[in-house]
């Protein structure tokens, strides 16, 4: 009884430790970052006392970490170079719930210290396991004994869901839509609050550029600072020519650089037809991966066909693009195109697509929703899609750019490839609505991350054959002497 006891104790001294390593290291993230990992621009950036500051910064040149910290050091009432206050209140700004989970909410958690979290109050998730959910706020133990609250926003609420609040600061990750960001001035107007952003430029010269850039000469309160790759010296060299490899020269002033650029407006100019558009040709049936479809009514119902090969290239090989016909019409055709490219179906003779989400609305459709009356016709469509905007741009410009490049179109395809010479950003921090039906579907693809097709078994060699048939000879006779 007493060894079993003893090794109890053991056991309980092995959980306190581990607990209290864990704590340490939780801790010592902030300590770490103010002493070993914080670099020049970042410093200068904590340093400044303007009320509007800006980091315009290359993909991992250090911005968001900077932009974590100060959030953490002014909740927790830490500020090593700004007067503290017992109790403030702020608002982390992201683009998207799914960006803000995966970027700005990961951060601010990373140097936030469990021990000094009072409350999670969160959007969806669980409590216990904050970072796979979404957070609506943490209510932070300051260390000057009062509670300070971290708020999180993402612009796809709209402006009205910025209203009414009185804040301390604001932290914008990433940029914006202009009518957020004059909103959110206004959140910190009573308090002299502060505002903070950090981005990278992608989108050309828009409203940041004159409001902010051009305009941090003339405006006391502003405050901008640019960084680069090589600013941040913690930044491996092996990562920096991966990034180098699928990044076009025309990106690299805001990717590398964090600089604005003229640019078209084009939301893909990587997309190069001379590269990207290719001669038809019959596509193993190996390769077909899915159809995705993103239907409309009065506008074009786009579906495309897309086939992967074994080392993961995307091939866009149909296409079906009409606007103004029934369901019943686009299952017709999606199914003679299927026939007249020879694609696989399940042993009910049904195809399988992806869908965007809004089909299953039943007001889309009268008593059935779109994907019911598509499922019914057999086509089975998979409303999971992933709808990340800004996610699935960047994954889709990845692929036109690396060399050599990952995606394909053949140039029957001829609706995807006009909309991808007239897809341009608006003035809304978003693509303009107007054509983007088969951008619309790509996306859906592409953020399915599909597989490469696996690669056939090779046939057996004669010698190998007859090894098996040997093999197989002994242990019959082997069998028969048993």
């Not at 089909?359 to 459709?365: D, E, I, K, Y």
Request: glycine share 6%.
């Amino acid at each position: 009884m007493e060894y079993g006891q003893g090794m109890e104790n053991e056991i309980i001294k092995k959980i306190l430790k581990l607990e209290k390593e864990q704590k340490v290291r939780l801790c010592d993230e902030l300590n770490q970052y103010n002493k070993d990992k914080v670099h020049l621009k970042q410093l200068a950036f904590h340093k400044s006392n303007k009320r509007n500051r800006w980091v315009f910064g290359g993909n991992r040149s250090g911005k968001t970490e900077c932009g974590a910290v100060e959030t953490v050091w002014l909740a927790r009432g830490i500020h090593p170079y700004k007067e503290n206050r017992p109790s403030v209140s702020g608002w982390v700004v992201s683009l998207t719930r799914e960006v803000q989970r995966d970027v700005a909410q990961a951060k601010v958690l990373k140097y936030l210290a469990p021990r000094f979290i009072e409350e999670i109050v969160m959007v969806s998730g669980k409590k216990g396991a904050p970072e796979y959910g979404v957070i609506d706020h943490i209510v932070v133990r300051n260390a000057l004994g009062g509670l300070s609250k971290i708020g999180f926003k993402s612009c796809d609420q709209g402006r009205e869901k910025f209203q009414g609040a009185s804040l301390d600061f604001v932290w914008f990750d990433e940029e914006p839509p202009e009518d957020i960001y004059a909103e959110c001035r206004m959140r910190v107007f009573d308090r002299c609050g502060m505002i903070f952003g950090t981005m990278t430029p992608l989108k050309g010269l828009t409203w940041v550029y004159d409001e902010i850039e051009l305009n941090v000469r003339n405006n006391p309160e502003v405050w901008t600072i640019h960084m680069e790759w090589k600013d941040n010296p913690y930044l491996d060299q092996n990562e920096i020519e991966a990034m180098l490899s699928v990044t076009s020269e025309s990106e690299q002033e805001s990717r590398r650089f964090g600089k604005f650029t003229v640019g078209e407006g084009l939301v893909y100019p990587e997309f190069n037809p001379d590269i990207h558009v290719i001669e038809p040709f019959t596509v193993p049936t190996d390769w077909q991966s899915n159809i995705s479809i993103d239907p409309g009514l009065r506008n074009p119902t786009s579906c495309h066909f897309y086939a992967v090969d074994y080392d993961g290239n995307i091939y866009v090989v149909g296409e079906h693009y009409e606007a103004g016909k029934t369901i019943d019409h686009h299952v017709e055709k999606i199914f003679q195109l299927a026939d007249r490219l020879g694609w696989k179906r399940d042993g009910k003779g049904r195809l399988h697509a992806l869908i965007d989400s809004a089909s299953n609305q039943r007001t889309l459709a009268g008593e059935k929703s779109v994907a019911e009356l598509f499922y019914v016709k057999g086509i089975l469509v998979n409303t999971s899609v992933n709808k990340d905007l800004y996610t699935g741009i960047q994954r889709i410009k990845s692929l036109f750019c690396q060399k050599p490049p990952r995606i394909y179109i053949f140039k029957n395809c001829v609706n995807m490839i006009s909309e991808l010479k007239s897809y341009w950003w608006g003035r809304d921090d978003r693509p303009k609505k107007v054509d983007d039906h088969a951008m619309d579907d790509l996306r859906y693809f592409v953020m399915s991350l599909p597989d490469p097709a696996l690669k056939p078994k090779p046939s057996p060699t004669v010698i190998e054959t007859d090894k098996e048939k040997l093999i197989r000879y002994n242990r019959r006779n082997q069998w028969m002497k048993n």
